[in-house]
C-alpha cells in the first residue's frame, strides 16, 4: 500500500464482450435479443432494444427457444420450438459449463461478464510470487471462480443458494479443475466475510457481484442500496497489502458506474491504484449496435 487515494479514470469504459464459439448476439429489437448458446438459437426480453432487428421475422422464428415473460421481473416460462432441453454443453477459453433453461429467464451464466473474467484471468496470472488467493462473492454457477483457477489462482466461492453452488461444481468437474484449488462455500456473503475479517484472512483478489435483492440460506434479507456499502468496506479489510484487483458489479437500474466507482474509491483509500468504470455491453454480431447490460467498477493495484 502507498498511502495514495485509488484515482478514478476520468472517462467511463465500455467494455464489449464480442462473440465466441459458444455465444453470439446475432440481433436485437423490438424489446428483444436474438442470442445463440451453443447450438441453440435463443430469443429472450430485452426491454431497452427500442430499435427495430436487422434480421428477417424467419430468422427470430426458427428460434429453438424464447422466453415469454410473466411479470415485470425476471419470471416467465420458456417455450421450445422442439423438445425441451434441460441442460447442454458450453465452453469459454478452458473452462467449461453447463448451460441451462432457467425459469428466471436467464441460461445460468451472464455472457457479458466474459469482459471481466478476461481481466481476471491476466489479473490472477500476472500476479507475482505463485497463486493468488481469491474470492468470488454471490459466486453463482462458478465461470469466474473456474477461470480464476484456470489461470492458476486458489479460489473461495461463496454463494447463497445451495442449488447454485451444486451448479458451479458440476461445471468444475466438466473443466477437469477439480483437483484446483477451489473451496466452494454455501453461505451468505455478508456474513462470511464478517467471519473472514475476525479471522483475519486476507486475499489477493476478490469479485462482488451482488444482485438488487436476495435471501441467504438462513432468510437472511439483501438489499443492495442498503447492505453494499458495508460489505464492500469489509472487503477493502480482507485485500491483503500486495493485493492486485477488487471488480465491483451491478445490475440494478439506478446504479452508475460512477456510483461503484466512488464507493471503491473511499473503501480502498490509502491503496493507490487505479478505479476503472462504466458499463458492461454485449456487441452485436451484425453490426456496431450493442446492448449495455450492468454497471462495473474495477480497482487494479497498478
Known amino acids: ?7 478514478i479514470a476520468a472517462q467511463p469504459g465500455v467494455m464489449r464482450t464480442q462473440a465466441w464459439a459458444d455465444y453470439a448476439l446475432l440481433d436485437s429489437g423490438h424489446g428483444r435479443k436474438l442470442e445463440r448458446y451453443g447450438r441453440y438459437r435463443v430469443v429472450r426480453p430485452e426491454p431497452q432494444c427500442l430499435w427495430e432487428p436487422s434480421l428477417p421475422a424467419a430468422e427470430w422464428e426458427s428460434a429453438d427457444a424464447v422466453f415469454d415473460p410473466t411479470g415485470d421481473e425476471d419470471d416467465g416460462r420458456w417455450r421450445f420450438r422442439n423438445e425441451p432441453v434441460e441442460t447442454w454443453p458450453l465452453a469459454w477459453g478452458d473452462v467449461k459449463f453447463k448451460g441451462r433453461f432457467t425459469s428466471f429467464r436467464h441460461l445460468a451464466f451472464f455472457p457479458e461478464q466474459a469482459a471481466n473474467w478476461e481481466f481476471l484471468t491476466e489479473r490472477v496470472r500476472a500476479h507475482p510470487g505463485g497463486a493468488a488467493r481469491t474470492l468470488n462473492l454471490f459466486g453463482y454457477t462458478g465461470v469466474a471462480s473456474l477461470a480464476m483457477a484456470a489461470a492458476g489462482a486458489s479460489v473461495t466461492h461463496v454463494d447463497a443458494s445451495k442449488r ?3 451448479w458451479a461444481r458440476e461445471n468444475a468437474e466438466l473443466s477437469g ?10 453461505e451468505d456473503a455478508r456474513k462470511y466475510v464478517q467471519r473472514e475479517v475476525r479471522r483475519g484472512s486476507t486475499y489477493e483478489g476478490i469479485i462482488l457481484d451482488p444482485p438488487k435483492y436476495g435471501r441467504g440460506p438462513g432468510g437472511e434479507v439483501w438489499r443492495l442500496f442498503e447492505d453494499l456499502p458495508e460489505l464492500a468496506k469489509l472487503c477493502g479489510r480482507l485485500l491483503s497489502p500486495d493485493a492486485s484487483f477488487l471488480v465491483l458489479n451491478a445490475y440494478a437500474e439506478r446504479i452508475s458506474g460512477p456510483a461503484l466507482a466512488s464507493l471503491l474509491a473511499q473503501v480502498l483509500d490509502g491503496r493507490g491504484g487505479t478505479i476503472e468504470w462504466g458499463e458492461l455491453a454485449l456487441a452485436q454480431a451484425l453490426d456496431d449496435r450493442a446492448i449495455g447490460m450492468s454497471f462495473y467498477a474495477r480497482w487494479s493495484a497498478t
Open 1 to 7: 500500500m502507498d498511502g495514495q487515494t485509488p484515482k
Open 177 to 186: 479443475l477439480t483437483e484446483r484449488p477451489i473451496r466452494w462455500i454455501t
Open 164 to 166: 447454485a453452488v451444486a
